[in-house]
């Protein structure tokens, strides 16, 4: 249920978080928006369709930008499909398990779609839905919290992700054939401790691959300075 995604209440800082009305541009909606209408504006028709789950999406962002504040981040409620096909992996000659070089294809489409979107037009679609996001933080357990500290705290985490030299070891845990899931390789883990214990938005972008790393971090850096200019960027 939702409980998965309740922490302890955060007390409200504002002047120390980021408030978002005074972010993106002056003044309040005029009214309220509809969250899937503005997407189509953003991404495309095709894109959208494709891509994003529209049901109810305040509440799928609000609580996937909650949840990749902690060490692991369930899959339940993203705002996103899943990434087709399968997390591939290679067998090395010294017997070790890696990423696989293509794995990244899997998320192209998303990446594709994310490169194409106008920040600025961005900022202001968030700046629109900030009311709806804030009441859906607040029902997921935080009533005195301030949603819009959490997106900063999470590009700020995933621009802080190492980019190691070469192929990054994983490893499937030990788990009994009973309890196994339909799908396994969801299950992939680092094999390197210090990397096993990121947080979550950053193993998200070591398993996309180095490249796809970069472009990603250099889409997450404008769109920060556009919604957090200051302190963020100091």
Same mark, same amino acid.
Request: proline share 12%; glycine share 8%; aromatic share 6%.
């Given at each position: ?16 978080? /980021? ?27 095709? +894109?959208?369709?494709?891509? $994003?789950? *529209? ?19 369930? *899959?339940?409620?993203?705002? !996103? ?5 399968? $997390? ?32 600025? /037009?961005?900022?202001?679609?968030? %700046? ?7 009441? %859906?933080? =607040? ?14 705290? !999470?590009?700020?985490?995933? *621009? ?22 339909? /799908?396994?390789?969801?299950?992939? =883990? ?9 947080? +979550?938005?950053? %193993? ?15 889409? *997450?850096? =404008? ?8 302190? +963020?960027?100091?």
């Amino acid at each position: 249920g939702g409980s998965r995604f309740i922490l302890r209440p955060r007390r409200r800082r504002r002047g120390v978080g /980021h408030p978002a009305p005074d972010r993106c541009g002056r003044g309040a909606p005029e009214g309220p928006v509809d969250a899937a209408a503005l997407l189509p504006d953003l991404f495309g028709r095709q +894109a959208v369709a494709a891509l $994003f789950v *529209l049901d109810d999406l305040p509440l799928h962002v609000a609580a996937t930008i909650d949840h990749l504040g902690r060490p692991a981040a369930s *899959l339940r409620l993203w705002p !996103v499909r899943p990434t087709p096909g399968r $997390f591939s992996v290679i067998e090395t000659k010294d017997g070790a398990t890696v990423i696989g070089p293509d794995n990244g294809l899997r998320d192209a489409p998303l990446l594709v779609a994310l490169e194409s979107v106008d920040l600025p /037009h961005a900022a202001q679609a968030y %700046k629109r839905l900030y009311p709806q996001l804030q009441k %859906k933080y =607040e029902n997921l357990g935080y009533p005195n919290g301030y949603f819009d500290d959490r997106p900063v705290e !999470v590009i700020n985490s995933m *621009l802080a992700t190492p980019e190691p030299g070469g192929p990054l070891d994983v490893r499937l845990p030990n788990i009994e054939a009973a309890s196994a899931p339909s /799908h396994p390789w969801i299950l992939y =883990e680092f094999a390197d401790l210090q990397l096993a214990a990121l947080p +979550a938005p950053q %193993k998200l972008l070591l398993r996309m691959g180095p490249v796809d790393q970069r472009r990603m971090k250099a889409r *997450l850096f =404008e769109f920060r300075k556009l919604i957090a200019p200051a302190p +963020a960027d100091r």
